[in-house]
């Protein structure tokens, strides 16, 4: 054989046989075979021959005739592989080679083209033809540049997912070369946005992630007390979570008052179907099931925020007030021009017009819903500040149509939701979702592990993650390549400014609960106080300063045995005034306003077990929920769009809804496929929009 020829054989040993690989088969291709022009995809190739040296990918007619490095339809991107010394930027990749590739197809490429491979001037493989789909975009969005990132292209005003169905064609970060799945990531916290995220990751392969949890326990805000050391399945717990949105998993339905059809709410669906997911990885075990159950929302028999009073002193239910309307207070007696403060309100809901092609948009899409709020401006004003400082309303009347203490923007998304007809909880406490996932995060847990400060390395492109064990005051330190963060650190890295005032100054509502443990269900009875209804489940509230909601188990009903009521639950103003009592002052008011809500069987049945917290004081919150302050979630929000230092955030503040535990799932689900764009890993980051958003939300 003429020495010439050499150069472009190699003999690859199969077994104990002898296979000769022409040079210009020493690349493979195993797809894909099927793009949508305009977009990205992912190019995976084989590698039959150890080839080392500059390697480029090309796009162009299949015909050898016509086959050069410089006559293709264009140059999809060029890098070196093996023992080439620019090779080692690959050193995740077996042998330096890597076998994954970012392809940016362009809007005008042609159908039925070929992937091909070269080293320089020589042919290393081509592909079988390549079908090349043309399909019109949702919408205009920003074209193609040198440098396109995620938030260059999700919609972070609405269906940042519509976005992500874009992305998956387009390329994040000009990168060429697709990032190896052994890189270590860590998840800074272990509340729902950051097992979601852990649970995402597994599910594409990833398996070097770590969570670093201050706290003793997995699950963040989602918590549930069992009181006096009992077990879950005794059922005498409480919600120990933040917002009476949490005390709940969420809305199923609502109705729709012109068609007399109910309608269902599509986002807290991907709660269910976590559950269903984490339930099969368990192998549905009985200890670890979550399992859904109805949620009582409103009940006629639960107490009324009224100053009137029974004549044995006791505060009137709904029902009484229902009976005997003089029992409500008329609060109009109170203004200073009843008239005017009816116009106010008024000219808000007429600017809010919240109607019911908005109630459907909101909960058949929140994300639609959303972009419309941001829009219309809803979100750049709160109600008292719409009509003092929009509509140059009087401050007093303003003040008593809202305070004008209020700065909370006017995003609607809640106002539908409450309006649902049938709610569901998780069995035995909202706890049991998180436990469910330990035995997929016990051994990839670092708890009680304080992240102290954080901090980027250019050099190494390394996130240096500083924590402190508990009870240890030297600190640790863990390199990373990557971090998803659901929580602030102490210190940061030097982010930009936008980034930078989102994490420091997004505004966090306060709020307190405390749940108290009595000998029985004593409320379940008629006449367990005279002419007392029966309560079961229900939230209602009072007018003893302090107290807000009380709720009554949904769970259990009629049962035998001690029973838990949620007797205090409060956010805003008051939870902060409620945090400054001792635990002693706070739980004391608030047995007495259980005796005056009840009457005397409340303080005979009561066991002196009770559970109190409040978050805003709470070292492993420090605030209840994010509630942003107008103008804040359409100025924040993008921000955590752009991945800055390697560094991904994720929770429920992220997130276009608020208090939810679906808003922290989703959180996750965004900031998951924004580190997989990123990383190139388009097939990943289609799999788990495809899987966790696309089944029931309409793209």
Same mark, same amino acid.
């Given at each position: 054989?003429a020495?010439?020829l050499l150069?472009f ?6 077994g104990t ?9 020493s690349?493979g ?6 793009v949508?022009a305009?977009?990205?995809?992912n190019i ?18 299949c015909d050898?005739s ?6 293709h ?8 592989v ?8 690959h050193?995740?990749?077996?042998s ?10 362009p809007?005008n ?6 992937l091909i491979?070269y ?24 074209r ?20 992500? *169905?874009?992305l998956k064609?387009?390329?994040p970060?000009s990168?060429?070369v ?21 649970f995402?990751l597994?599910?594409?392969g990833?398996?070097d ?8 326990r997995?699950g963040g805000?989602?918590h549930?007390?069992?009181l006096n ?5 005794q ?6 979570? !933040?917002s ?9 339905e ?6 007399n059809?109910?309608i *269902?709410?599509?986002?807290h ?5 976590l ?17 859904f159950?109805?949620w009582?929302?409103?009940?006629p028999n ?6 009137f ?16 309307p ?21 000219a ?10 908005k ?8 994300f ?12 750049d004003?709160?109600e008292?500040g ?8 009087d401050?007093?009347?303003t003040d008593?149509?809202? $305070?004008?203490?209020?700065?909370l923007?006017?995003w ?19 706890s049991?979702l !998180?436990?469910?996932f330990?035995p997929l ?11 102290q400060?954080?901090?980027y ?8 993650v ?10 640790r ?14 210190e ?7 980034l930078?005032?989102?994490?420091q ?9 405390? $749940?108290?443990h ?15 209804k ?20 949904s769970?259990a009903?009629?049962s ?6 949620l007797?205090?639950y409060?956010s805003?103003l008051?939870?902060?005034s409620l945090?400054?009592f001792?635990e ?12 005056e ?8 049945q009561w ?6 917290i409040?978050? *805003? ?20 929000l993008?921000?955590?769009y752009h ?22 799932l ?13 990383m ?9 929009t ?9 793209v």
């Open positions: 054989m020495p010439s150069a054989l190699a003999v690859l040993a199969v046989a002898s296979v000769v690989v022409p040079r210009h088969e690349v291709f195993s797809g894909p075979f099927e949508e305009d977009g990205i995809a995976h190739v084989t590698y039959n021959l150890l080839i080392s040296g500059h390697l480029s990918l090309h796009y162009g007619s050898p016509q086959m050069s490095p410089d006559s339809h264009h140059l999809i991107g060029r890098t070196a093996g023992d080439h010394p620019l090779a080692r930027r050193v995740e990749h077996p330096q080679r890597p076998e994954r590739f970012v392809w940016i197809v809007a490429a042609p159908s039925d083209g070929c491979a080293s320089g001037s020589d042919l290393l493989g081509r592909s079988a033809p390549v079908l090349v789909k043309h399909k019109k975009s949702r919408r205009d969005v920003l193609k540049r040198d440098n396109v990132a995620f938030a260059d292209i999700a919609d972070s005003e609405g269906p940042w997912f519509d976005g992500v *169905e874009y064609q387009k390329e970060e990168a060429f697709a990032a190896s799945k052994t890189k270590k990531i860590g998840i800074l916290g272990g509340g729902m946005s950051g097992l979601m995220s852990s995402l597994t599910s594409v990833f398996h992630w770590q969570i670093i949890e201050a706290s003793a997995v805000r989602v549930t007390s069992y050391g009992t077990r879950p399945d059922y005498q717990y409480q919600e120990r979570v !933040p009476s949105h949490y005390q709940h998993n969420g809305p199923d609502i109705p729709h008052a012109e068609t059809e109910t *269902e709410i599509q986002d669906k991907m709660v269910f179907q559950a269903d997911a984490i339930n099969n990885l368990n192998g549905n075990d009985s200890a670890l099931m979550v399992k159950i109805k009582i929302q409103s009940s639960t107490p009324a925020s009224t100053s009073r029974l004549p044995d002193g006791t505060v009137p239910s709904k029902a009484d007030i229902a009976a005997n003089a029992l409500a207070d008329n609060v109009t007696l109170t203004y200073s021009n009843a008239t005017a403060v009816q116009a106010a309100s008024d808000y809901d007429s600017w809010i017009n919240l109607d019911s092609a109630v459907r948009a909101a909960v058949t899409n929140v639609t819903a959303h972009k419309a709020a941001v829009a219309a401006g809803y979100l004003f709160s008292s719409y009509l003092r400082y929009k509509l140059g309303i401050a007093n009347i008593e149509v809202d $305070s004008i203490g209020d700065n923007d006017s609607y998304y809640e106002t539908p939701y409450f309006s649902a007809t049938t709610w569901r909880t998780i069995d035995q406490g909202l049991k !998180p436990m469910a330990m995060v016990s051994n990839r847990t670092l708890f009680n592990s304080s992240i400060a954080l901090s390395n250019e050099t190494t492109n390394k996130v240096t500083s924590y402190r064990p508990t009870a240890d005051p030297r600190i330190l863990r390199d990373l390549r990557c971090a998803v963060l659901a929580r602030a650190p102490v940061t890295a030097s982010y930009t400014s936008l930078s005032r989102a994490i100054t997004l505004n966090y509502s306060p709020a307190c609960k405390v $749940s108290m009595y000998k029985t269900r004593f409320w379940e009875h008629d006449n367990y106080a005279p002419g007392k029966a309560i079961f489940g229900g939230c209602g509230a009072t007018d003893i300063p302090g107290v807000g909601s009380v709720c009554y188990p769970y009903l009629n035998s045995g001690p029973g838990v009521i007797a205090n409060n805003g008051p939870a902060r945090g400054s001792t002693a002052q706070h739980v004391a008011h608030i047995q007495k306003a259980m005796v809500i009840h009457g005397a069987v409340a303080a005979e066991t002196g077990n009770y559970d109190r409040c978050w *805003e004081q709470n070292e492993f919150q420090a605030g209840a929920w994010c509630s942003p302050l107008a103008g804040q979630q359409s100025l924040y993008p921000a955590y991945t800055e230092k390697n560094t991904v955030w994720v929770g429920e503040h992220t997130s276009f809804t608020h208090a939810w535990i679906w808003s922290a989703e959180s996750a689900v965004r900031g998951t496929t924004q580190l997989l764009l990123d190139g890993l388009v097939d990943e980051a289609k799999e788990v495809e899987t966790r958003m696309a089944r029931w939300i309409s």
